[in-house]
């Protein structure tokens, strides 16, 4: 058990755009916090270009993400680069449990895990991940130089898992259920103008195949008289979904879909729990990085009003 010198004012969950910006204005509003994230960034790092942040008209994912986390630590804030298993209140604080078992105490909590990534549920995806099985394009690209892919999805993600890895395989095939990709018509142009890009409409995988790698795919439709597409890898970019299974223990109140509910000012119906970024029900929905920075600078002059009003 910490000892009570040692709780913290607030605790943020997750490395995000959002975790960063509550915590660059936590910082500004000389309020207690730390950070808890593995990776500084989180699904900025896979974005493999960003055009509609202000004041960059083009600029890599992880750059942004190097950009943000640099500003965070030049306030001061303290980051542990460990994951959260389980929050669970304990009295009027909550328990913050690491995978390595560790415990820290919080009086708030800034929740901005954001999202995980969906899977597609098909023989051969859970015993080959790692083994060419990947739902990051942007860290495991650089691995399928000179290779064949497969990308798995038809949305704007997909599309951009597809242009990174035309940056290093040989092939790249893109496989969507649909006539035509949802992606944005401009991306579409972009594969049909790359040599090294083709797409499969009208079809899903139902088996991924291999011993020690990917192998082949499994398709519910035939590709040159086969059901067999031969890959060495297959990245899985079908969307993905909130990730509330930290905080089960909770009772926090969650939308239809999943997502938390939150107030104007990120709180949520548990007192001194705030939820940021993808994770919440605000912004109309729409869940880009600056509307999840906004979230975490809402949260962060909440909390800092909730405790000068003490």
Known sequence: MLKEKEIQEVAIIGGGPAGLAASIYLSRYKVSHIIFATEIGGFMNETHKIENYPGFPSISGFELSQKMGEH???????????????????????????????????????????????????????????????????????????????????????????????????????????????CEPSYIDEMNANPKISLIPNANVVEINGEDRVESVTLDTEVDGSSAYKTDGVFIEIGSGPNTSLITDLNVDLSERGYIKVNPDQSTNVENFYAVGDISTNSNGFRQIITAGAEGAIAAIAIFEKNRKK
């Open 72 to 182: 965070t630590k030049s306030l001061g804030a303290n980051i542990v680069a460990q994951e959260i298993e389980k929050v669970v209140k304990e009295g009027d604080n909550f328990k913050l449990i690491t995978f390595n078992k560790e415990e820290f105490l919080a009086k708030k909590v800034i929740y901005a895990v954001g999202t995980i990534s969906n899977k597609l549920g098909v023989p051969g995806e859970k015993e080959l991940k790692g083994k060419g099985v990947s739902y990051c394009a942007t860290c495991d690209g650089p691995f399928f130089k000179n290779k064949e892919a497969v990308v798995v999805g038809g949305g704007n993600s997909a599309a951009v898992a597809v242009f990174i890895l035309a940056e290093h395989a040989n092939k790249v095939t893109l496989i969507h259920r649909g006539d035509k990709p949802t």
